[in-house]
């Protein structure tokens, strides 16, 4: 991660400092099941100072040219211990461009079979739990999930209309 200041011109000719945070690009990864439950972790986020509920996702910071697919589904094994037969590329979205250019691949993986998980040092702690998609949405709404990159993958789900209703088979 490198952080900089750039000296910019506005439109209207005037001078400013622009600060900006580069940062590798990462994954996002939503795990359906065929009952429409839906995998997701908890862990400690240390900015924030407490712990919180999302989608698993990640980055390798050391191989920042990594194709995205293999790294979602690495962080999908090593976070939650799960393999899928199946990855859908939801999308790409920049987590936040007004002071960063990470951006964040999103994927949807079905076909899923557990195995033992293999978690990074900072990752201790990390709990990881399926919940029905309704639950989900109900988790969303009252606050208690407010990572952005967990809202608008659920948000690119539903909009493709790949989020299981609640009490359906995921499609």
């Known amino acids: 991660m490198t952080v900089r200041e750039d000296a910019i011109q506005r439109q ?3 001078q400013g400092i622009y600060g900006v945070v580069e940062k590798t ?3 996002a ?3 359906i099941e065929p009952d429409g439950s839906i995998h997701l972790v908890e862990q400690y986020r240390y900015p924030v ?3 919180f509920w999302e989608i698993p996702q990640g980055s390798w ?3 920042p040219d990594a194709d995205p697919l293999a790294v979602a589904r690495g962080e ?17 979205l920049f987590e936040g461009y007004g002071y960063s250019n990470q951006g964040c691949h999103v994927f949807l993986a079905r076909g899923l079979t557990q195995r033992d998980r293999d978690l990074d040092h900072e990752e201790q702690g990390l709990v990881c739990r399926r919940f029905p998609a ?8 009252s606050g208690q999930i407010r990572d952005a990159i967990t809202v608008a993958a659920i948000g690119l789900l539903a ?9 359906n088979s995921a499609p």
Request: overall charge negative; charged content about 25%.
């Open 12 to 14: 209207d000719g005037s």
């Open 25 to 27: 690009d990462f994954t």
């Open 29 to 31: 990864i939503v795990p």
């Open 49 to 51: 100072g407490g712990r």
């Open 61 to 63: 910071e050391q191989t």
């Open 76 to 92: 999908l094994r090593e976070e939650t211990g799960l393999q899928a037969s199946e990855m859908v590329k939801l999308g790409y």
């Open 134 to 141: 309704s639950d989900v949405l109900a988790m969303i709404e």
């Open 159 to 167: 909009m493709k209309g790949l989020l299981p209703q609640a009490g």
